[in-house]
């Protein structure tokens, strides 16, 4: 396969991340994701920050002209010319149908977009008890995959916190915002073909050897 221009696609808690870490890994390719370029801009209070932080408090998306550039800029640049891994875009028709012009110009093509599919019960259970370090970045979950330590990283002893919007109040509000405004692309991106379903709810490995199994079938299919 020339390049592996991946999409992680799905509710917010539905592993995403996780998986791309593990995908990271594996493909050495960069990774992209809309959520975490929007938090590091709110903190060092860039204008992208300031313009974006209301509606991440909210809950709500932040508007598609804000990030439009932004994605389709970083995944055309040098490093990922292999490909990358896009985590949280598209969101909505409007950034679909961007993403899908640009890669037209550039004469490039989606690989797939996998679907992490999880219940929303269970997607609740998994970002209350979500906990993330503030120096490493890296995410634990109280219940499942404690820190040795209580409240600190692992990795560096940093000091682990909730991020504002996974409080209850504020999840609820992403969940009806991702069926209403993202979840009509899953039927977007399966009649182009695209979508590879995966399901969400078993462990982190599980998850991952199906993604890889998925893929190695696209090469395969590539190959034919
Ligand atoms: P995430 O970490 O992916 O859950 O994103 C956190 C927040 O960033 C979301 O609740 C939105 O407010 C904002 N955000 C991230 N990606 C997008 C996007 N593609 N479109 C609009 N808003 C986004």
Known sequence: MSELNLILFGPPGAGKGTQAARLQEDFRLPYVATGDIL?????????????????????ALVPDELLIDLVVDRIGAED???????????RTRAQADALAAA????????????????????LIRRISGRRVSVKTGR?????????????????????????DDDKPEVVKQR??????????????YDERGLLR???GTRSP???????????????LEETL
């Open 39 to 59: 938090r590091a801009a709110v903190k060092e209070g860039t204008e992208l920050g300031q313009k974006a932080k209301g509606f991440m408090d909210a809950g």
């Open 80 to 90: 990922a010319r292999d490909g990358f891994i896009l985590d949280g875009f598209p």
């Open 103 to 122: 890669f037209e110009g550039l004469g490039r093509r989606i690989t797939a977009v996998l679907l992490f599919d999880v219940p929303d019960e269970e």
């Open 139 to 163: 995410v634990y979950h109280v219940e499942s995959d404690p820190p040795k330590h209580e409240g600190r990283c692992d990795v560096d002893g940093s000091r682990l916190v909730q991020r």
């Open 175 to 188: 969940l009806d915002v991702y069926h209403d405004q993202t979840e009509p692309l899953v039927s977007y």
């Open 197 to 199: 379903r995966i399901d």
């Open 205 to 219: 490995t599980e998850v991952h050897d199906h993604v890889r199994a998925v893929l190695a079938t696209l090469r």
